[in-house]
C-alpha cells in the first residue's frame, strides 16, 4: 500500500476502506433509502438538466433520453426494490449425510470498495446502473465516467453529491490519467463498460491486485436476416436498433448478413423505413443525434471513403456535416472484405450488409470473428434459428427484434470473451457485486470427526463406507 500514498485518489479510497463494514452491514431499509433518493434526483430534481446535458453532449433527442436514460435506471432501481429482501438474505443449501450434525449456507456479502469505469454513449444509465447494483449489494464506490461527455460527467458529479457522502459514494472526474492512477488503488472489485481494447487494459490492471471484474464490453453484433423473414417488420426493427443514438450503442446491430435472395427487398424496406423515421433530410430532424467528438466523427468517415474507395454501394447516406458532427444514416453494400466497416466495431450510423447463401455460410462467417455482445436473428424458420443459436456465441440474443433483451431485468446482460466477462442487471448486477460467502455451521458432534487421525483400525473401512455411499 505505501507505494499508492501518492496516487491523488489515495485518501479517497483510504476513507472508503474505513467505511465499507459500515455500509457493508447497512439493512434493507437502509438500502431501499439511499436508492429512493438516487431515484428522486434522477427522475425529479435532476430530470430536466439531464435531459439538456445529454443534448449538449450528443444531440440526444428527449425522447430517447427518457427512454434510454432516465426509465432505464429508474427501472433498475423500481425492479431492485422489488427483489432486494430475496437476494440479501442468506440462502439455505443442502448438507450431505457425510456431514451429519451441519447446516449450510450462502451469505451474500458486499465485495467492498468498488471502482466503476463508465463510456459516454448513455452516460448515465451506465453509471448509475452499475452503481444501483453496488448500493442494492452493500459497497462503496468511486466512479469514473467518460472524459467524452463533459456536460453530463458534471451533472452526474452533482448528483452524487447531492446524494452521498464520498466515504460512500463519489465521482471523478478527468482524463484517462484519472482511471490509470484508480487502477493502481487496490479495489475489491471493478466494473468497465467500454471497449475490448481498455477492457484488457482494466484487466491486467485489477491483476495487480487480484481484484474481481466484470468487463462489459462491445464488438461487432451480427444481425441475421434470412430469406423466411418478414423483411417490413426486420427493416423497421433494424433501422430503429441501428441509428438510435447514431449507431452509438453496444447493442447495435453492427453488419446485416442478409440470405442473397432477399438482399434488394430488404434494402428497399430500410430505405422506406429511414425516411418514415427521419424524413428526406435527416440532418433536419429532431429524431436524430449527433456523433460525439470530432475524433469518432473523422473515424467513422474514414470508414466510409475506405468502402467509396474500394467502390461498394452506397444504398443510402454517406453525406456529413464536421461542424455539427452529423453523419446520415447510411446503408452500405457490396464491400471486399479488405473493407474496414467489416474489421472494428463500427460504433456510428453505418450499416454494411454482407451476403450469404446458405445459414452454414453466415454461421462460417460470425464464428470467424470475436464472440459477439448481442446476435439477432430475422427469420419465421424454428430450423434456421436453431441452428444459429446452436453454432454461434453471444452475450445475448433477440429473435424477430433487436436490442430490447438489455431492457428485461430478469436478463442476464453481459458479453462472452471479446465481447465481455461477467454480467450485469437485476439480480445478476447485485450478484456481481456481492461474494457469495460459504458457510457451515457445526450444531452437534459432526460424523466427519470419526475420521481424524491417527488413522487405524476401522478408520480405514469408514473411510471406505464414506466413498461408497454418501
Ligand atoms: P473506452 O474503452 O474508450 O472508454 C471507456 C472508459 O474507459 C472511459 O471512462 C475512459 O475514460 C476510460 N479509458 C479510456 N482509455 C483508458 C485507458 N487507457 N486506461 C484506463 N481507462 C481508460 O470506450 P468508449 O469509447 O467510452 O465506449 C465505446 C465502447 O464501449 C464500445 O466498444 C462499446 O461497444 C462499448 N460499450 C459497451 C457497453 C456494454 O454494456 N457492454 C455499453 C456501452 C459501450
Not at 452533482?158 to 484517462?176: R, T, Y
Not at 444504398?315 to 464536421?322: D, L, R
Amino acid at each position: 500500500m505505501t507505494k499508492n500514498t501518492n496516487n491523488p485518489y489515495y485518501n479517497l479510497f483510504q476513507k472508503q476502506k474505513s467505511n465499507q463494514y459500515k455500509v457493508a452491514n447497512s439493512t434493507y431499509n437502509q438500502r431501499i433509502n439511499k436508492l429512493n433518493t438516487l431515484k428522486r434526483a434522477i427522475e425529479i430534481t435532476f430530470r430536466d438538466d439531464i435531459k439538456e446535458a445529454l443534448y449538449n453532449d450528443l444531440g440526444k433527442p428527449d425522447v430517447e433520453s427518457e427512454m434510454t436514460e432516465i426509465y432505464q435506471i429508474v427501472g433498475d432501481i423500481k425492479y431492485v426494490k422489488s427483489n432486494l429482501h430475496k437476494w440479501m438474505r442468506n440462502k439455505k443449501v443442502p448438507t450431505p449425510l457425510s456431514m451429519l450434525g451441519a447446516s449450510s449456507y450462502i451469505k451474500y456479502e458486499a465485495k467492498g470498495v468498488c471502482l466503476i469505469i463508465s463510456p459516454w454513449n448513455f452516460p448515465f444509465n451506465l453509471t448509475f446502473g452499475p452503481l444501483v447494483s453496488a448500493i442494492a449489494a452493500g459497497n462503496t464506490a468511486i466512479i469514473k465516467p467518460s472524459e467524452m461527455t463533459p456536460h453530463s460527467s458534471a451533472l452526474m458529479k452533482k448528483i452524487v453529491q447531492s446524494v452521498f457522502s464520498e466515504d460512500e459514494v463519489a465521482l471523478v472526474e478527468g482524463e484517462v490519467q484519472s482511471s490509470t492512477d484508480l487502477l493502481k488503488l487496490p479495489f475489491n472489485h471493478i466494473f468497465f463498460t467500454g471497449s475490448p481494447v481498455v477492457g484488457k487494459i482494466v484487466m491486467k490492471a485489477a491483476a495487480e491486485h487480484l481484484a474481481s471484474i466484470t468487463l462489459e464490453l462491445g464488438g461487432k453484433s451480427p444481425t441475421i436476416v434470412d430469406s423466411t423473414a418478414n423483411l417490413k417488420t426486420a427493416a423497421k426493427k433494424i433501422m430503429w436498433g441501428k441509428f438510435m443514438n447514431c449507431g452509438q450503442i453496444c447493442v447495435s446491430p453492427d453488419y446485416a448478413l442478409v440470405d442473397e435472395t432477399v438482399k434488394d427487398a430488404f434494402i428497399k424496406e430500410c430505405k422506406t423505413w429511414l425516411k418514415e423515421y427521419y424524413g428526406e433530410n435527416p440532418e433536419t430532424s429532431d429524431s436524430y443525434g449527433r456523433i460525439v467528438t470530432s475524433k469518432h466523427f473523422n473515424r467513422l468517415k474514414a470508414h466510409l471513403d475506405d468502402a467509396k474507395s474500394k467502390h461498394a454501394t452506397i444504398n443510402s447516406g454517406a453525406n456529413s456535416n464536421e461542424d455539427v458532427k452529423y453523419i446520415a444514416p447510411t446503408i452500405v453494400s457490396d464491400l471486399g472484405n479488405d473493407a474496414s466497416l467489416l474489421e472494428d466495431e463500427i460504433f456510428g450510423p453505418i450499416l454494411p450488409i454482407v451476403t450469404y447463401k446458405t445459414i452454414n455460410e453466415a454461421i462460417e462467417y460470425i464464428n470467424t470473428k470475436e464472440r459477439p455482445l448481442a446476435l439477432y436473428i430475422y427469420s419465421k424458420s424454428k430450423k434456421n434459428t436453431k441452428q444459429l443459436l446452436n453454432n454461434t456465441k453471444a452475450g445475448g440474443t433477440c429473435i424477430n427484434n433487436n436490442i430490447i433483451h438489455y431492457a428485461n431485468h430478469n436478463l442476464p446482460f453481459g458479453g462472452v470473451n471479446n465481447s465481455g466477462i461477467g454480467k450485469s442487471h437485476g439480480y445478476y448486477g447485485f450478484k456481481a457485486f456481492s461474494n457469495e460467502r460459504a458457510v457451515v455451521k457445526q450444531h452437534t458432534f459432526g460424523i466427519t470427526e470419526l475420521l481424524f487421525p491417527p488413522y487405524t483400525g476401522i478408520k480405514e473401512k469408514l473411510a471406505r463406507l464414506t466413498v461408497k455411499w454418501f
